[in-house]
């Protein structure tokens, strides 16, 4: 079978990477599982080999769900349907573990959509995902760091992270252009009260469509009355985008939302 590129399919080929990825779960028999796009089934196996309660495998592509379901269906549930369009219906009455190495078209958004889930630590325990590495390096970044932008602040304001390693594109069939890396995610079980994603995608895209501009010119845009706000958030006008904590973007949210 010739892997679509639309679907973002590279397959991870490397036994002792795949291991190193499963062992991130510390899968117990009592956990439910999902993997996001098993592919053809090499992560599968491994997950399997730790004996999860049950595990749930989403495969968009009818080809490849067809061939998982041939050579693991008895032990595993698969749905053959898009991620995105049926990560909603997921309930159960304990979190879940998610693996993924994800189809790098849409991994961003995939994120973001699970960032999006109202009560996440009540449906996630944690996800196991495998991004490319630029994007693994956004998610992560620290503030001051040249990569910190909306995807950290995003999902800083919800996740724990941790970067686990990198892995190098000849550990794929085919291979891509880019690096991976393996990141952890835990979904905090306390975060600040936002009411709509929405206002925080809105906010931080505003600051950060000039990142090289003092936070003033945002500022301006986004409050009538900026400069008292600014002195009200004790914030630094002449400032860059990047060097502000995901508190204070949090704050500057919140009080948006407030004013609004
Ligand atoms: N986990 C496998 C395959 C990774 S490639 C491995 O590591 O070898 C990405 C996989 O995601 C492919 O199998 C692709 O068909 C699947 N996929 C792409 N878009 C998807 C979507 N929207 N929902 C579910 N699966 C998707």
Redesign the pocket.
Known sequence: MKP?KS???????DENI?FDIAEEGKINNEDIVI??????????KEILNRNPKKLIV????KQ?SDIIEKKFGKNLHVIN????NCYKDISFENPVKVF????Y??STK?LISLIKINNISQVFKKFIF?FQKEVADRIIAEKDDHNYGRLSILSSWKLEKKKIFDISPKK?YPIPKVWSSLVVLKPKLKCEKINKTKNLEHITNIFFNQRRKMIKKPMKQLFINYEKIGKELKLDLNLRPQNLSVEKYLEICQLYEELS
Not at 7 to 13: I, P, S, V
Not at 58 to 61: F, G, M, S
Not at 100 to 103: A, K, R, S, V
């Open positions: 679509k679907l973002g399919q590279n397959f991870l080929k795949l993997e996001i796009g098993p592919g053809t089934g090499n992560l599968t989403i495969e968009k592509d490849l349907k898009d991620f995105l993924g190495n994800l189809p078209n849409i995939i495998v794929f």
